[in-house]
């Protein structure tokens, strides 16, 4: 840990920023780490810039700042992370939602009309983000959220408390085994996508690994979906899986060889495959 002399705020911001920049971090994250220690606003750091730091969250802060400074993410120190339009609760038992899982919810919402009751379920819920999104957009959704891990699910049940949503069931279990006999008009997925040994995985070391990777070539999860999503989907009910910008081709395949029709691969804003569909006929 860096250590920790009496100063003002904005000296100590001044000097953090010059850290995380250095770094390869956003200034930002400095900021976000401080608000964060304080349970302040960043705009009540701007406002009081000539308080001094007392030394007891001016040691924390500093193990905050080390700790970003060595990689760990910042949504993991501050325990939240925005997603959609709201702010959810992250631990290191859930993967960090990104920005272009939206795409996966924009396009699972075009499929779900508002004007009637309908049933969807996200495999692999994680912090719920998936799940919470479309119950949010559709109240008269009944969403059942799946993972795998209990603490996961817990970070779910949380986030849906928090944000008062009552239309989501949740239920342990890996993929499709706990859908039962059900069926339902969307089924989504932001599986693990990345193969074993890939060199990426060394950036994503804080997340859980079984929410990264996903055998030799990255598709097993997907395989296991897909082996049974459709006997789960009404019809005219639609599968929406998140994968790799590279994959489009071989997940395409998958979605075909499951009888599933209207195939097609949605591109992200920076125009990469991100997330195929299928409808069962």
Not at 50 to 62: F, G, I, K, M, S
């Amino acid at each position: 840990m860096s250590p920790v002399s009496p100063a003002r705020i904005d000296e100590v911001l001044r000097d953090a920023r010059a850290r995380v920049v250095r770094a390869g971090l956003e200034h930002a994250d400095a900021e976000l780490l401080l608000a964060h220690t304080l349970g302040k606003s960043r705009s009540w750091l701007y406002a009081h810039g000539e308080d001094v730091l007392p030394d007891e969250p001016a040691q924390r802060y500093a193990a905050f700042l080390d700790r970003r400074i060595a990689g760990e993410p910042l949504a993991y120190l501050t325990g939240r992370k925005g997603f959609w339009r709201f702010e959810l609760n992250v631990t290191p038992d859930t993967l960090i939602p990104r920005p272009e899982t939206e795409l996966l919810v924009e396009l699972a919402l075009a499929h779900l009309p508002r004007d009637r009751p309908v049933r969807v379920a996200d495999l692999g819920t994680g912090s719920g983000a998936i799940a919470l999104a479309i119950a949010y957009e559709r109240p008269r959704a009944h969403v059942v959220a799946i993972d795998a891990s209990v603490a996961a699910l817990e970070v779910a049940r949380e986030n849906a408390k928090a944000l008062r949503l009552t239309n989501v069931e949740f239920r342990l279990g890996d993929w499709c085994a706990p859908l039962a006999d059900d069926t339902f008009d969307v089924i989504a997925s932001n599986p693990p996508y990345i193969a074993l040994g890939d060199l990426h995985l060394e950036d994503l070391r804080y997340e859980p690994a079984s929410a990264l990777t996903s055998g030799h070539d990255g598709l097993d999860a997907i395989r296991a979906i897909l082996r049974d999503a459709a006997s789960h989907l009404a019809p005219g009910g639609a599968l929406f899986v998140e994968h790799g910008y590279r994959q489009g081709a071989k997940v395409r395949a998958l979605f075909d060889a499951a009888r599933l029709r209207d195939v097609e691969t949605a591109n992200d804003v920076e125009k990469r495959e991100r997330v195929t569909s299928g409808v069962k006929g």
